[in-house]
């Protein structure tokens, strides 16, 4: 395959049209295709054919080294053609087709390309390529493209495989915050809690482990004047508790009113200070562990509010490992942190679908986009 389909379009929005692309791969139904019975080489051969129709057309135009970043360390989750940000899947025999993404959880904002002009690609943006092979005939029965939103919609939400996700902070992302005039990266709360948070300062009435009340949760504007600000310039006391995630867990505390018990730093809950949905780390590395909740998918974390980890709100301090004085703040809801970063895991996972082959047989002999 052409090593340029290694490298992504200059700009997000010279992508094909899916529509142009249905074009494009009609002229492969019917022809012959040839299985070796080996997954890999077949797959592989699938990759090649649907590359080499491509480049009997007009591709995107290239971007240029330094035009752009591939966020996931080894490109990890990015398709394999990052021209037209295409993976492509066979399809043969059997009942169900069970459809296997690897290395990123589809239907999510997390970033995979990032242009220095500001645009970016993300999982959500990935075309399925299904190419379903009529193993009777040895030709090609269809060609069918298919969004992660459309997959999820029409055949249910992909399996989450449990994996422990970190968040990837790149040296540049710092490089930005630390250059800036308040050195803090924030971004509103999410929509959900905009209409009832306070933006003025009362004392807390319960403690940090109670459940939040809505009504009485600080907006990120109001946490931004109180704790990040204080907070750029700390030194971080790691042997006044069990480590420097407690260490700034106890002072967002003091700084929020609320009383310290020693008790309720171990409580070990999600998130951190939950009187307040707020998820407390420190960063000294490229990457921050996010345990057992990942913000990367919605999931509820609070189920009498209808609190999700989209809502959670996440200050993170960008520390100097060798003074442990905070030099920077992220104050982010969980929604927001795909945008600007990227999720990552120490090991290899798939997340899977199953699609009916009646779905496929609905359209042998033709190219469709997300069917109706």
Not at 35 to 56: F, Q, V, W
Not at 82 to 105: H, K
């Given at each position: 395959?052409?090593?340029?389909?290694?490298?992504?379009?200059?700009?997000?929005?010279?992508?094909?049209?899916?529509?142009?692309?249905?074009?494009?791969?009609?002229?492969?139904?019917?022809?012959?295709?040839?299985?070796?019975?080996?997954?890999?080489?077949?797959?592989?051969?699938?990759?090649?054919?649907?590359?080499?129709?491509?480049?009997?057309?007009?591709?995107?135009?290239?971007?240029?080294?330094?035009?752009?970043?591939?966020?996931?360390?080894?490109?990890?989750?990015?398709?394999?053609?990052?021209?037209?940000?295409?993976?492509?899947?066979?399809?043969?025999?059997?009942?169900?087709?069970?459809?296997?993404?690897?290395?990123?959880?589809?239907?999510?904002?997390?970033?995979?390309?990032?242009?220095?002009?500001?645009?970016?690609?993300?999982?959500?943006?990935?075309?399925?390529?299904?190419?379903?092979?009529?193993?009777?005939?040895?030709?090609?029965?269809?060609?069918?493209?298919?969004?992660?939103?459309?997959?999820?919609?029409?055949?249910?939400?992909f399996g989450k495989p449990t994996i422990k996700h970190q968040l990837l902070i790149s040296g540049k992302v710092r490089k930005d915050i630390y250059g800036s005039e308040d050195k803090i990266l924030s971004f509103p709360d999410s929509k959900k809690l905009s209409y009832q948070i306070r933006h003025d300062y009362e004392p807390p009435k319960s403690g940090m482990v109670e459940e939040p009340d809505i009504k009485h949760l600080f907006s990120i504007g109001l946490l931004k004047k109180m704790v990040a600000e204080k907070l750029i310039g700390f030194k971080l006391d790691a042997a006044a508790t069990k480590n420097r995630g407690q260490a700034l867990e106890k002072k967002v505390l003091e700084l929020l009113g609320y009383e310290v018990n020693e008790n309720d730093l171990l409580y070990g809950a999600f998130p951190d200070i939950r009187n307040q949905l707020l998820e407390v780390k420190v960063q000294d590395s490229p990457t921050v562990d996010l345990g057992k909740f990942s913000p990367e998918k919605e999931e509820i974390v609070i189920e009498d509010s209808n609190l999700t980890t989209f809502d959670v709100r996440y200050l993170i301090a960008l520390t100097n490992p060798k003074t442990e004085i905070i030099e920077g703040i992220i104050l982010s809801p969980g929604e927001k942190l795909g945008e600007l970063f990227s999720y990552v895991s120490a090991e290899s996972y798939k997340c899977q679908r199953a699609i009916p082959m009646s779905f496929f047989e609905k359209y042998y002999g033709k190219s469709v986009f997300n069917p109706s």
């Open positions: 395959m052409n090593k340029d389909f290694k490298t992504p379009p200059k700009s997000a929005k010279k992508l094909t049209q899916p529509e142009t692309l249905v074009q494009y791969f009609s002229e492969l139904v019917g022809q012959p295709f040839i299985l070796t019975g080996k997954t890999r080489t077949d797959g592989s051969n699938i990759r090649k054919l649907i590359a080499s129709t491509l480049e009997k057309h007009s591709l995107p135009e290239l971007a240029e080294q330094g035009e752009f970043e591939i966020v996931p360390p080894k490109a990890k989750g990015v398709p394999k053609i990052v021209r037209e940000f295409i993976d492509t899947y066979i399809v043969t025999s059997g009942t169900s087709y069970n459809l296997q993404v690897w290395n990123r959880i589809p239907a999510t904002e997390t970033l995979l390309i990032k242009y220095e002009s500001g645009e970016s690609l993300k999982c959500n943006d990935v075309r399925f390529v299904f190419v379903r092979i009529d193993t009777e005939k040895n030709v090609v029965a269809s060609v069918i493209i298919l969004t992660p939103e459309y997959i999820e919609q029409k055949f249910g939400k």
